[in-house]
């Protein structure tokens, strides 16, 4: 069965560390995508970082990095020098498969409150 | 257009009454997702359209619930006979497809949110 797993409902972290989001995910297609958004207060879905199941670099965004561990099916975000700004819901996504019929699914998110 | 845009952005309903949720796609995107949130949770799959496929349906919560794209741009999702437990936000959100790759990043609407009295 296709899933994602979010295993941290919620993260509190001092301002500037660096912050790991856990995801898991679950398919049997070699081929698929896995994803990261972030969710503001404000309810907007805002997409940080992407990674293909056949790249052999993990996936870089400036101060976003993915954490791309095939072996064991994990694919942790990692935020450098969080900042105040940073606080938001985070949700990891997934294609498995390339088809028309694959659909993206997504984990139940991680709260990442970030404090002074 | 620009952006996925949603309407309406707020509805409050009866319990019983009929709605309907709009999602105006960025143009040339082919594949067309509904998601559902309810509050502080995760999203939950609806419904997705990929170009003349048939729509994979398999995430409607029960028959009080259907979509449809016309013409590959528009979508009205609607929902019969609003139950309590249906008061939500319903996320749109639409991508290209690309045949040989994952890489579908999707662009969300501002959502609709329901609530259903």
């Known amino acids: 069965a296709q899933k994602i797993t979010q295993t941290q409902p919620g993260m509190f972290v001092q301002e500037k560390e660096a912050v790991t989001l856990d995801c898991t995910y679950d398919?049997?297609?070699?081929?698929?995508?896995l994803f990261w958004y972030k969710q503001p207060s404000s309810g907007e879905m805002i997409f940080l970082i992407y990674?293909?199941?056949?790249?052999?670099q993990n996936a870089t965004e400036g101060r976003y990095s993915l954490n791309f561990q095939k072996a064991r099916k994990s694919a942790n975000l990692v935020i450098s020098a969080s900042q105040l700004g940073d606080s938001a819901m985070y949700f990891c996504a997934m294609r498995p498969g390339y088809s028309n019929a694959s659909k993206i699914i997504f984990g139940s998110g991680t709260r990442l409150s970030i404090q002074p | 257009g620009a952006g996925v845009s949603q309407s309406p952005s707020n509805k409050v309903t009866e319990k019983g009454k009929d709605v309907e949720l709009r999602c105006d796609p960025i143009s040339g995107h082919t594949a067309l997702y509904w998601y559902r949130q309810s509050l502080g949770q995760g999203l939950e799959f609806l419904i997705y359209?990929?170009?003349?496929?048939?729509?994979?349906k398999s995430g409607l919560p029960s028959d009080r619930f259907s979509a449809e794209r016309t013409g590959g741009s528009v979508s009205t999702l609607t929902i019969q006979r609003t139950q309590q437990e249906d008061s939500a936000v319903y996320l749109c959100a639409s991508s290209q497809h690309y045949r040989f790759s994952g890489a579908n990043v999707l662009t969300f609407g501002a959502g609709s949110r329901l609530t259903v009295l």
């Open positions: 359209f990929q170009g003349n496929s048939a729509p994979d």
């Open positions: 990674q293909g199941s056949y790249d052999q």
């Open positions: 398919t049997s297609d070699p081929s698929y995508g």
